[in-house]
């Protein structure tokens, strides 16, 4: 199995592809363990629950029309799709695409750095649904 070094990473969050100011990325799918435990049982047991899917991103601002404050601005407080994968190139197995939808967008901090820093903003999308696609 090859391994993969991301320098070409994918990110589309609501339509627009975010891509080339993104620096960082972390998607964790995850499924809430619901107790299933009985009487009897010798140990606890776990049901599969429901989603609980987060995606922070680490973005260089950029208040051009079409870019990362346009785009994240109207998205505090509502929920939005967000698309990324590994790289740029087009839907496969070894490339696939994993699609969170109706994730919500809780905060955005619009101007964020110090004295010769670049300036930054982080988000982190919270919930919604996450699906792979292979094809």
Avoid: W
């Avoid at 809430?32 to 599969?48: K, L, P, Q, Y």
């Avoid at 899917?53 to 260089?60: P, R, S």
Wanted: aromatic fraction near 6%; glycine fraction near 6%.
């Amino acid at each position: 199995m090859a391994q993969i070094v991301l320098t070409d990473a994918s990110i589309t969050i609501n339509s627009v592809s975010l891509s080339n100011r993104a620096n960082s990325v972390v998607l964790t799918f995850e499924k809430e363990a619901v107790e299933s435990t009985a009487f009897g049982d010798s140990g606890r047991a776990f049901v599969s629950g429901l989603q609980n899917n987060t995606c922070e991103i680490e973005f260089q601002q950029d208040f051009a029309a079409s870019n990362v404050e346009a785009t994240v601005f109207p998205l505090v407080g509502t929920s939005t799709t967000v698309v990324i994968k590994p790289t740029s190139g087009a839907v496969s197995s070894t490339n696939p695409s994993y699609t969170l939808s109706s994730t919500f967008l809780a905060a955005h901090t619009p101007v964020s750095g110090t004295v010769g820093e670049l300036a930054t903003t982080s988000l982190s999308f919270q919930g919604g649904t996450l699906v792979k696609a292979t094809s």
